[in-house]
Every structure is written in C-alpha cells, then in structure tokens.
C-alpha cells in the first residue's frame, strides 16, 4: 500500500500536469502545495513545459518556486490561468478552510485571480460540514487585537491565538492569526464569512467559498479527481 505521503504526491503531479506552456499559475502554499511546484519545476527543467510564471502566495513558496527554475511574477491585476493549493477542509461543495499553513490572506488574493482552483489534498479533509474537524484561521491587525478577539467572541467564536516557539505567529503580512471554533461545526459559511469581513480588525478569513473548480484527493485507494465545476464569481 502507498505511503500517505507518496499519494499526496501523486495528487499534486495530477493536479500539475493540467498547466500548460505559457500559462500563469498562482501556487499554493503548505506541505502538499510544494509537490505541485517541486513537479512543475521538473517538467519545466526536462522541457514538458516552456514559458509559464508563477505567482506565489508566500514567502516559503516563493523561494521554493525560484529555486525550481519558476520565473515569478507580483499578482498586480494579472488574471492567472489556474491555481493550485492544499486545504484543511473539503465540504461535498468543494467549500473549503484554508490557512493552517498562516497564508491565507495572500491565497485568496491570488487564488480570486484564477480561472481555475485545483485543490490536492488528502481523504482526512473530507467532511460533511465545514469546522467538523479544523479550526478556522482569521488573520487579525496586531495592533488591538484583544478588542479585536473580544469582537470575535460575540460572533460566537473561541479559540486560540496561534503561537510559533512559544511566541505569538506572525504571517508573511506581519498578522497574527485567531484559530477559531465555533462548536462542532460552522453555522451558515456565507453568513458566518461576511460577517467576519465587516469585524474591525480582521484582515481576511480561511472560508474559501465557491472558489475551488477541482480536486485531487489521495487516499489508500489512491487518487480519487472530484470533477471540475464552475466558478460562482
């Protein structure tokens, strides 16, 4: 039977070997993203692919995209041809939570840009209803961020603000983040993600709703393609 690890991997060369020369790719951040651009940079250097940028969604995956042979691009106003990422949770909508690897911010910014979103990830991110399983990550301003938090609690949420080495995280935007439950499952997604946009102090949220066309989910079974459909925006 494959190793978890060897069929994430196999998601992320599916998932890769849909970009096409000349294309411009937005790419993921994450432990399962950095399969796709590992491969992408392969068929780049053994010439299946010429001409493509990349748009990297953080620090990690920019280093990562330039050490591969990815010229790299700012996102600018540029419309990306597909994106490809992990997520924490898959819904049966491909409705997801994003952000356990602290860059969602920058994901939906440049994820919005994209035609397409591919998500490749494993079979424990399935679930029926999004929050059964992850928190769900909301980037606060450092300044004020109790008052923030307090504002937060009356939305229902609890939590914890997440920490690196003992120290508060700070994202690749100099954010921190609030890992947020709100019970055993989310009430309305929708509802719940425009009501966190209008909190004073939040910069962004980890509810990617109606923004994921594909998905490539490993599994024992291996990798099973949950079909593309299209975008609501």
């Known amino acids: 039977m494959p190793h978890r690890k060897e ?15 000349g294309m411009r790719v937005g790419l993921g951040t994450g432990s399962t993203a950095k399969y796709a651009i590992l491969e992408l940079g392969r068929r780049l250097r053994e010439g299946e692919l010429t001409d493509i940028v990349g748009v990297p969604t953080s620090d990690a995956s920019d280093t990562l995209a330039r050490a591969q042979g990815i010229e790299i691009v700012e996102l600018g106003t540029l419309e990306l041809d597909l994106a490809i990422d992990g997520a924490d949770e898959i819904d049966p909508n491909l409705d997801l939570i994003k952000g356990l690897g602290g860059a969602l911010t920058r994901e939906k910014l440049v994820e919005l840009r994209a035609k397409r979103l591919v998500i490749i990830a494993d079979d424990a991110k399935l679930v029926t209803r999004l ?18 938090l307090a504002r ?19 994202t690749d935007n100099g954010n921190y983040i ?18 966190l946009k209008l909190t004073p102090g939040v910069v962004e949220h980890g509810l990617f709703l109606g ?19 299209s975008r609501t925006s």
């Open 211 to 229: 923004m994921a066309t594909q998905a490539f989910v490993a599994s024992s079974e291996g990798v099973r393609e949950i079909p593309a459909r």
């Open 178 to 195: 609030f890992d947020a439950r709100f019970g055993d499952a989310l009430p309305d997604a929708a509802t719940l993600a425009e009501r």
């Open 131 to 148: 929050g059964e399983k992850a928190a769900l990550p909301i980037e606060v301003v450092r300044f004020g961020f109790e008052s923030t």
């Open 7 to 21: 069929l994430k991997q196999e998601a992320a060369v599916r998932a890769a070997a849909l970009v096409e020369s």
């Open 152 to 170: 937060l609690a009356d939305l229902g949420a609890r939590g914890t603000l997440r920490e690196q080495g003992g120290q508060a995280y700070v």
